[in-house]
């Protein structure tokens, strides 16, 4: 039995939250904004944010940084807030805010005036959009067997296989961090790499032996005996064919605009029959 199972998600999605705005053509309307200079920060002892009281309760090693707590034991409030003072379009540069359980600290590292986020709804749109970009990549990798961004995988297996190489799913395989098995007294050993080599070109890509070279003939144990961990994924974003960016942007919208639809309206919209039009050309079979 093969099972596969993701170790390290990427770090960033194939389709940003502003190329996802312009496709849906998303203008966040009526965002009123304040701006408070860090001075009040700091002088103050409570700040109202996006509907939210924060209360000063400590200042940190610098001057320049002020924890404030949220009421009550919700800290949804509070990450979503860091969010959007962090977000890469709405952020204010120079400073940052962080969260640990409910409490949320601004820092400035140069002398700047700090502008609010977008109010509370605005914010909370932003983050849900984020979620439905990742949903939509997660879904499209499925369809198609594959990987867009680097991401650790491992596939673990009960007996080596009858011929000369191992199937990797999860396509564009990029490299192989490792290949370990273990015995019926479970004692790792390591499969040296320089037994065989890695075929990236193929789809799956592939560990094929050396010539001259065989598998262990070590019993391995009954459950994952075998362990692959190897990286997947296209080198960045820019390298993912556009049928498939094209087809994240349609479902992400998809998933956008059903929101608020009822089970019949679903049934009746065919974006999905589009997208699964451009994930069947270039989906991945594994065997």
Not at 8 to 34: A, C, D, K, L, W
Not at 211 to 237: L, M
Request: charged share 20%; proline share 5%; net charge negative.
């Amino acid at each position: 039995m093969l099972v596969t199972k993701l170790i390290t998600g990427p770090t960033s999605e194939p389709i940003t939250r502003e190329v996802f705005m312009e496709h849906m053509r998303i203008v966040p309307e009526n965002i009123q904004y304040f701006t408070i200079t860090l001075a009040t920060f700091l002088a103050t002892g409570m700040i109202t944010i996006n509907g939210l009281v924060f209360t000063a309760h400590a200042t940190t090693t610098t001057k320049s940084a002020r924890q404030f707590s949220i009421a009550g034991t919700d800290t949804q409030d509070a990450a979503e807030l860091v969010s959007c003072i962090n977000d890469s379009t709405y952020g204010v540069p120079g400073v940052m805010a962080s969260n640990a359980a409910g409490v949320v600290t601004l820092k400035a590292t140069v002398p700047v005036t700090i502008s609010s986020a977008p109010d509370d709804a605005t914010c909370v749109k932003m983050t849900i959009l984020d979620k439905y970009i990742k949903v939509a990549r997660i879904w499209c990798e499925k369809m198609q067997g594959r990987a867009y961004m680097p991401q650790t995988w491992e596939l673990y297996s009960n007996d080596w296989p009858v011929g000369k190489y191992i199937q990797l799913p999860k396509s564009p395989l990029q490299s192989v961090t490792s290949l370990k098995y273990y015995d019926d007294a479970d004692v790792e050993y390591v499969f040296d790499s320089t037994n065989y080599n890695i075929d990236e070109v193929s789809e799956p890509g592939r560990i094929v032996l050396k010539y001259g070279y065989s598998w262990p003939g070590v019993r391995v144990r009954t459950s994952k005996g075998i362990i692959v961990r190897y990286v997947s994924g296209y080198e960045d974003e820019t390298k993912i064919p556009p049928t498939i960016s094209q087809a994240i942007l349609m479902l992400a919208g998809h998933l956008y605009e059903a929101r608020t639809f009822s089970v019949e309206e679903l049934i009746q919209r065919e974006n999905l029959f589009g997208v699964m039009d451009l994930l069947e050309m270039d989906k991945v079979d594994w065997f």
